[in-house]
T-cell receptor, first 111, second 114 residues
Framework: EAGVTQSPTHLIKTRGQQATLRCSPI?????VYWYQQALGLGLQFLLW???????NRGNFPPRFSGRQFPNYSSELNVNALELEDSALYLC??????????FGDGTRLSIL | GNSVTQMEGPVTLSEEAFLTINCTYT??????LFWYVQYPGEGLQLLLK?????DKGSNKGFEATYRKETTSFHLEKGSVQVSDSAVYFC?????????????FGTGTRLLVSP
């Protein structure tokens, strides 16, 4: 069974640009979660999508947004990038109330 | 609000030593508790879980018991290996916060030397 896949592995942007990160969940999982792992800040919950809708949102500004497609894959978009957005972005998926399974992440670096 | 507190790292041990990583939590409801492990350059892997008081989660020689009276979920292993070197995260999810949202501790780095 294929796990959660994320792309790209690394992404380098400059301040003010936009970044798009992608996530494919485990087959059969309908929920996708996004987390930010920034140095010194630990793992912070960003967004939760289920059945195509945003269900919950962490304490992040509106320039962090995303969507979930009919095949349950998901995109995370970060607009107007700032230096502090440099982090590892982790996607997780789950089915029902089962534990979340994580991908290997996208490392976003802002120059 | 809900929170998870882990012991500061790094924890440095010799191979075959006994491991304990402390984790305590604060939650308004009845959380499920998890330990995740992150190997260098990788995402998080679920190590074990417990969904109610007195449950013991176990996997790959690691164990943790859900202690409601002390609000703790300490991770233990009887004999660590070099391959166990990683960062370990304690986490909870609670219906009151939106069951599917995980709240993580800050992580504890484990270094095992031969």
């Amino acid at each position: 069974e294929a796990g959660v896949t994320q792309s790209p592995t690394h992404l380098i942007k400059t301040r003010g640009q936009q970044a798009t990160l992608r996530c494919s969940p485990i087959s059969g999982h309908t929920s996708v979660y996004w987390y930010q792992q920034a140095l010194g800040l630990g793992l912070q919950f960003l967004l939760w999508y289920d059945e195509g809708e945003e269900r919950n949102r962490g304490n992040f500004p509106p320039r962090f947004s995303g969507r979930q497609f009919p095949n349950y894959s998901s995109e995370l978009n970060v607009n107007a990038l700032e230096l502090e957005d440099s982090a590892l972005y982790l996607c997780a998926s789950s089915g029902g109330r089962q534990p979340q399974h994580f991908g290997d992440g996208t490392r976003l670096s802002i120059l | 609000g809900n929170s998870v507190t882990q012991m500061e790292g790094p924890v440095t041990l010799s191979e075959e030593a006994f491991l304990t990583i402390n984790c305590t939590y604060t939650a308004t409801g009845y959380p499920s508790l998890f330990w995740y492990v992150q190997y260098p350059g990788e995402g998080l892997q679920l190590l074990l879980k417990a969904t109610k008081a007195d449950d013991k989660g176990s996997n790959k020689g690691f164990e943790a018991t859900y202690r409601k009276e002390t609000t703790s979920f300490h991770l233990e292993k009887g004999s660590v290996q070099v391959s166990d070197s990683a960062v370990y995260f304690c986490a909870l999810s609670d219906r009151n916060t939106g069951f599917q949202k995980l709240v993580f501790g800050t992580g504890t780095r484990l270094l095992v030397s031969p």
